[in-house]
């Protein structure tokens, strides 16, 4: 049994541990309350200007005036993955790399084995996770979390856009994880580029919807709709991931503060009896002295 020094010890630490982990669950739930107004606020608006997008470019498909919605074969890759800048946040981090590594290697292998696979990272924990991998990084936006507004993602998706457009990637993949609540994360993989049409549309039903007037035309609406929808389209799965990530965090650390809160009440228990233990052997030793003096 552990001396009486060496659970104090331990219990001291096991309280400074609970302090600091319950402070943390405080943090992140006051970020994650501003994460979540951001991303159910932002939802509907990206959702509707999606849809719009889509039924447009479903019509101008086989006129092919839009290079967004161009299908090439695909020789080189862009995949877009969303993690996070700090820990601790159980399995937020593995899960989204988990999912970019069973993507890779079933869909986009042999892009991968000839070199023609880019990564581009948003959060630390990303860039590190594949350049311990020897993958191509494409770029690292990690200090985009710091300053999380539209202004700031707008030219980075305008960047990714131009290089679609000059045919330095033939498609561009997201993978991240979206807020559902405070303890689920839904993995999502999402085509960031091409604009994939809607399926309703492209299975014949475009053929009995109403044929709308567009003021001005199709295809002035769909050079500005486009690019705006795009950026929309990466704000929101940042914001989604941004509201994950501190859902999870909450989430790990009131799970830590719990198992310290066990671990504590098991460290008092084996402290009260090793004080018991010394207090016994102190009163037999000086029963056994008294007895020796008698003798």
Do not use: W
Not at 59 to 76: C, H, I, Q, W
Not at 215 to 226: A, H, R, T
């Amino acid at each position: 049994m552990a001396n009486l020094k060496e659970v104090r010890t331990r219990i001291a630490s096991v309280i400074s541990t609970s302090q600091i982990t319950s402070a943390m669950k405080m943090v992140s739930a006051s970020k994650l309350r501003r994460a979540q107004d951001a991303i159910i606020k932002m939802r509907p608006y990206a959702a509707k200007l999606k849809e719009i997008l889509q039924n447009l470019s479903t019509s101008l498909e086989d006129t092919g005036e839009s290079v967004y919605t161009k299908t090439r074969p695909v020789k080189n890759v862009l995949l877009i993955v969303i993690a996070s800048n700090r820990g601790l946040c159980g399995a937020f981090n593995s899960n989204v790399f988990k999912a970019a590594m069973v993507l890779i290697n079933e869909k986009y292998a042999a892009q991968q084995k000839a070199g023609n696979l880019q990564i581009m990272c948003f959060g630390k924990r990303t860039s590190e996770f594949f350049i311990k991998r020897n993958f191509k990084i494409a770029a690292s936006n990690s200090a985009i979390f710091d300053s999380l507004k539209f202004e700031n993602v707008a030219p980075i998706a305008e960047k990714i856009m131009k290089e679609f457009a000059t045919g330095e990637y033939d498609v561009v993949e997201m993978v991240y994880n979206q807020f559902k609540n405070a303890a689920v994360q839904i993995l999502s993989s999402e085509q960031f580029l091409p604009v994939i049409p809607v399926e309703a549309l492209k299975s014949g039903n475009a053929k009995s919807a109403v044929d709308y007037i567009f003021e001005p035309s199709k295809e002035d609406i769909i050079s500005e709709l486009i690019p705006k929808s795009l950026k929309i389209q990466l704000y929101k799965a940042l914001l989604d991931s941004h509201a994950a990530e501190h859902g999870a965090r909450m989430t790990a650390m009131h799970k830590a503060t719990e198992n310290a809160k066990e671990m504590l009440k098991d460290l008092r228990l084996s402290y009260n009896k090793a004080r018991q233990a010394a207090i016994t052997k102190e009163i037999l030793e000086i029963v056994s002295g008294a007895e020796a003096l008698k003798g």
